[in-house]
């Protein structure tokens, strides 16, 4: 049931108005011809995991080529006449945070193109799969790579880019459609969880051609002062513009709570806007101040993780079932032989949220648990990918929920 009194109209206004405030940001910290020149050797450098686009064009490119990609995404939305609802918010918020390391303003159209071609191949309407043609795009990495990091004559290198491109946006949608009964919606990156599986067949073809993608860590350091200004006003304007909206209240924000988070659970309709903006921008102040407790970095990943916590509070995960993962996550490096602010550490907490719903459906040990475990895969699952999949996350949260799941609900049946 809906429960928002918001019109259409104004949510795509207020989510417009942050997408210009990464376009305004970006103006404000660096001059246009930095900006211009650092956006052009975003577009043109591999972006493997783990690729910082503030190492690569600097701060001011980095955030205008999420700005910008960001509008694009709200207008292909609205093109396609699509009411904003929670999967819409969780959609755009990635595409922001991604688009600070990974995908850009050129190699995201072949995929989104790839999708396209599938649906009129079905004889349906874009509409019906643009949630996946802009998930999909995790794997843009892999047109960049072939395009610019392979030693092969041009008139090689674009048309296979071009066609391994359109190739994974035709065989993504009936993929997701099929790979989500795996895991029963408990990893909310289903499309990261599909796009490993992709990106596994793909790179192992490439490699028996003696194509070996590098690994590579383009992690920046220093911004935190800054990036944390920026993220706060965001997130603290968030709260009140949603407080607002709520008639000035916090009323609904606890039902929120009471949701396990499994998809599809969406808070804009079950819950209406104004609580779900609030919960969203508790969501980033709880992954800013977690960064900084545990001394980590504010750049261009880590900014990616906890937009796609405030994007996903639109769609899923809120503290409650949030916060057992990142315990689980921390207690691990109390154990294992990484430091909790190791870059792909703080990712996995970050973007091991993905098994929220596991702490909200089955209790908060359960969700220490698929915490601790995810640590661990996440850093062993890259490799077969080769970093090509920007939603490695996503990949490692799919396998620890098909594995974990079902024998949960086994001991949990026995207690019953």
């Known amino acids: 049931m809906d429960n928002d009194n918001i019109t259409n109209k104004k949510k795509y206004l207020i989510v417009l108005c942050y997408a210009l405030s990464l376009i305004i940001f970006a103006f404000l910290v660096d001059n246009p011809k930095n900006i211009f020149k650092g956006l052009y050797l975003i577009l043109i450098e591999p972006d493997i995991l783990i690729t910082d686009y503030i190492g690569v064009g600097g701060m001011g490119a980095t955030f205008l080529n999420s700005g910008i990609l960001m509008i694009l995404a709200l207008f292909m939305l609205y093109k396609c006449r699509i009411n904003i609802n929670g999967v819409s918010i969780a959609c755009l918020f990635l595409v922001a945070g991604f688009s600070m390391f990974g995908k850009n303003i050129f190699n995201v159209w072949f995929i989104i193109g790839g999708v396209y071609i599938y649906a009129r191949i079905q004889k349906d309407k874009f509409s019906k799969y643009i949630y996946i ?205 990484w430091s909790i602010n190791d870059p792909s550490i703080l990712l996995a907490a970050l973007f091991g949220t993905t098994l929220a719903p596991i702490a909200g459906e089955f209790g908060w040990k359960y969700g220490i648990l698929a915490g601790f475990i995810h640590s661990s895969v996440v850093l062993n699952v890259g490799v077969l990918h080769g970093g090509l999949n920007l939603y490695n996350n996503g990949f490692a949260g799919g396998i620890v929920a098909a594995t974990l799941v079902p024998v949960i609900e086994a001991f949990r049946k026995e207690e019953v």
């Open 133 to 337: 043609a802009l998930f999909g795009t995790c794997l843009s990495p892999m047109v960049t790579q072939i395009m610019f990091g392979i030693d092969k004559p041009l008139m090689v290198r674009v048309p296979v880019a071009i066609l391994v491109g359109i190739s994974i946006g035709i065989i993504l949608p009936p993929l997701s459609a099929y790979l989500i009964r795996v895991h029963q919606g408990f990893n909310l990156y289903n499309i990261g969880f599909v796009a490993g599986i992709i990106g596994t067949i793909f790179v192992s073809v490439f490699k028996s051609y003696g194509f070996l993608p590098e690994s590579r860590l383009i992690w920046t350091t220093e911004n935190n002062v800054i990036l944390s200004i920026y993220l706060f006003t965001m997130f603290i304007l968030m709260i009140f513009i949603g407080f607002y909206l709520n008639d000035k209240s916090f009323k609904n924000l606890r039902n929120i709570y009471s949701y396990p988070g499994r998809a599809v659970t969406d808070f804009i309709l079950l819950e209406g806007f104004g609580p779900t903006l609030i919960n969203m921008g508790i969501n980033g102040l709880i992954g800013v101040i977690y960064i900084l407790i545990v001394d980590g970095d504010l750049n261009g990943p880590i900014i990616g993780g906890i937009f796609t916590l405030v994007g996903f509070g639109a769609f899923g995960k809120h503290g409650k079932n949030m916060l057992p993962i990142f315990l689980g996550v921390y207690l691990g490096s109390l154990t294992k032989i």
